[in-house]
C-alpha cells in the first residue's frame, strides 16, 4: 500500500485527500509543521496549495500583493529535502508548483495582474476562473494526458518565471504563462507539479486524472525499483 505525504494546507485538506484516495490501495497521510519525520515513511510527497512563497527565497522581495507563510516555507523545504534523499516521486500543485521551482533556483512573477495584465486568480471564494493549456511536445504529461490542449482551472496571482534546474516547462496557459512543470530525467527523484488544481476539476476530466495517472505511475516504477534491488 502506497504511503502518500501530504504537506497541511488547512481546510482545504479534505479536497487534496479526496483527490489522492483515487491511487488504488493508496494511505493518505497529512505532514504538519513539527512532525516532518512522518515523511520518513511515505512513498511520495505531494505539495499542496496556499500561501506565497517568500520572495526573499528567490531573490524578490514582497509588494502589497503578496501574503507568505515563511514557516510554511522552511517546512517545506525540508520535506523536498528528505523526497530528494530518499529518491521518492514528488507531485506538486499551485503553491506547490512556485514552491519546487524556487527550490531548484527558479524565480516567482509577483503578481500576474500587477505586472503583466494577466488574470489568473479565482472568480470568488467557491469559484475558479478557466482558461485555455497548451502542453509541450515531448513530456511526460502530454503523454499522460493524451491531448494536445484543453482547458483548466485556476485561482492564482503568482507564476513561474525563470524556471528552476533540472525541471523543464510542461505546459503553458494561452497568454504563454507556465502551467506545469516536471523534472528532468537527471533529477534524483520524478517531479510533476502543476499550478491548476487538478483537485477541483471532475476526476474523469484529463487534466485530473491524466495528472495523478502520471504520479501514480512514477510510485509504482519506485516501488518495483526498490522490490527488484
Known amino acids: 500500500m502506497p504511503r502518500i505525504g501530504m504537506s497541511d494546507c488547512g481546510e482545504k485538506n479534505v479536497n487534496y485527500e479526496r483527490y489522492l484516495k483515487h491511487i488504488p490501495q493508496s494511505e493518505v497521510i497529512l ?13 511520495a510527497l505531494v505539495l499542496t496549495g496556499g500561501a506565497d512563497v517568500t520572495p526573499e527565497l528567490y531573490g524578490d522581495w514582497a ?15 525540508r520535506l523536498l529535502d528528505a523526497s530528494l534523499k530518499r ?7 499551485c503553491r506547490g508548483l512556485q514552491l519546487l521551482n524556487v527550490y531548484f533556483g527558479g524565480t516567482l512573477i509577483i503578481d500576474l495582474q500587477k505586472y503583466y495584465r494577466r488574470s489568473h486568480e479565482a472568480v470568488s471564494d467557491t469559484e475558479d476562473r478557466y482558461h485555455g493549456v497548451q502542453l509541450a511536445d515531448g513530456s511526460a504529461l502530454k503523454s499522460s494526458i493524451k491531448q494536445n490542449e484543453g482547458t483548466v482551472n485556476s485561482a492564482h496571482h503568482q507564476a513561474a518565471e525563470r524556471i528552476g534546474s533540472g525541471l523543464r516547462i510542461a505546459a503553458r496557459a494561452d497568454d504563454g504563462t507556465v502551467e506545469a512543470i516536471e523534472g528532468e530525467d537527471d533529477l534524483p527523484s520524478r517531479i510533476i507539479s502543476v499550478q491548476w ?29 526498490e522490490n527488484n534491488l
Open 197 to 225: 488544481h487538478p483537485e477541483r476539476i471532475q476526476f474523469d476530466d484529463p487534466f485530473s486524472l491524466g495528472v495523478l495517472n502520471l504520479f501514480s505511475s512514477y510510485i509504482t516504477k519506485k516501488h518495483n525499483m
Open 87 to 93: 529518491q521518492i516521486p514528488v507531485l506538486g500543485i
Open 63 to 77: 509588494d502589497e500583493t503578496v501574503h507568505v507563510d515563511s514557516e510554511r516555507d522552511g517546512f517545506e523545504y
Open 31 to 43: 505532514l504538519r509543521k513539527g512532525h516532518e519525520e512522518e515523511a520518513n515513511s511515505c512513498d
